[in-house]
């Protein structure tokens, strides 16, 4: 069946570092992906998505490329504040006529030190 | 409603009794889900609408779970004969066909 594995945390960076939180999927046909975040204390919010192949999802200074040749999707961040730390949660929707369902990875918490 | 809405926010029942646990979509999303999230863990898909079709169930871990949406809009999640383990936030989103799924606060569970 489909699945989402990320990268186990936590990660604890200082303040502008570079981030990487690494991402693949297993999935049949062309699924959509997405990267979530929960800040502490808040409810899930879509952070960025890319719904075909060698699409670059971006936003808030994030991005993340839809890999179908390496079924990845990792999210960068090439310079990370204190506000940023929160739990980051890669996902898939099956694609086809309908909306399947979200399939999550486990979630990445990210740490960002001043 | 501008958001999808949860209720209660906190519920603390004894281990046995039944619990109903209510969301309120966005209004006209076709798709609503329920996902729970334990300590520690990500998020477990548990039960799955869109629009007038059979629900995808295949999530729900046992049949003290169960779940219904009325009208296509409002959804309950019903656990029978609670469970320590069922201790957890339980999550609901709602969605339109191939887009973004839009997150409740949650419902945080607590069998004593």
């Known amino acids: 069946g489909n699945s989402v594995t990320q990268m186990e945390g936590p990660v604890t960076l200082s303040e502008e570092a570079f981030l990487t939180i690494n991402c693949t999927y297993t999935a049949t046909g062309y699924p959509s992906l997405f990267w979530y975040v929960q800040y502490p204390g808040e409810g899930l919010q879509l952070l960025l998505k890319a719904t075909k192949a060698d699409d670059k999802g971006s936003n808030k200074g994030f991005e993340a490329t839809y890999r179908k040749e390496t079924t990845s999707f990792h999210l960068e961040k090439g310079s990370v504040q204190v506000s940023d730390s929160a739990v980051y949660f890669c996902?898939?929707?099956?694609?086809?006529?309908?909306?399947?369902?979200?399939?999550f990875g486990k979630g990445t918490k990210l740490s960002v030190k001043p | 409603g501008a958001g999808v809405s949860q209720s209660p926010s906190n519920k603390v029942t004894e281990k046995g009794k039944d619990v109903e646990l209510r969301c309120d979509p966005i209004s006209g999303h076709t798709a609503l889900y329920w996902y729970r999230q334990s300590l520690g863990q990500g998020l477990e898909f548990l039960i799955y609408f869109q629009g007038n079709s059979a629900p995808d169930k295949s999530g729900l871990p046992s049949d003290r779970f169960s779940a219904e949406r009325t009208g296509g809009s409002v959804s309950t999640l019903t656990i029978q004969r609670t469970q320590q383990e069922d201790s957890a936030v339980y999550l609901c989103?709602?969605?339109?066909?191939?887009?973004?799924?839009?997150f409740g606060q949650g419902t945080r569970l607590t069998v004593v």
């Open positions: 989103a709602s969605s339109l066909a191939r887009t973004e799924a839009f």
């Open positions: 996902a898939l929707s099956e694609g086809g006529g309908s909306q399947g369902n979200l399939i």
